[in-house]
């Protein structure tokens, strides 16, 4: 049975306020697809409010559909220490899903 990929739809631009006032900007980086039963890769870009790389984050995600039922799925990001991090995630569909991002920097936690 041939498997389609088919392109997942993910917020491409998050923003958060920060604990410290300055506020980053998460941009997806590749084209995340599906394919059934295989992980979804995903690259997140961090940069400050002055287009630098954030590269001493720890970053967390969660990833639901906002018009289907799937619950949540965990994404744990690693951080390639130049601003860019990434993860996989076992997607049970293919559609649209929401990538909500937790980010834990200095102590602090912030969401996006």
Excluded at 17 to 42: H, M, W
Excluded at 52 to 69: F, R, S, V, Y
Excluded at 86 to 97: D, F, N, Q, R
Aim: aromatic share 6%; with cysteine.
């Amino acid at each position: 049975m041939k498997l389609k990929k088919l392109i997942i739809l993910l917020l491409i631009t998050l923003f958060l306020a920060g604990c410290s006032g300055s506020d980053l900007t998460y941009v997806v980086e590749n084209d995340p697809v599906f394919t059934e039963g295989k992980p979804t890769e995903i690259v997140l870009r961090a940069e400050n409010d002055e287009g630098e790389a954030e590269t001493e984050l720890e970053l967390t995600g969660e990833m639901q559909m906002e018009k289907e039922d799937y619950g949540t799925q965990d994404v744990e990001f690693t951080n390639h220490g130049d601003g860019t991090y990434t993860g996989s995630v076992l997607l049970p569909a293919a559609g649209e899903w929401v990538l909500k991002v937790t980010t834990l920097t200095d102590g602090d936690t912030s969401i996006a």
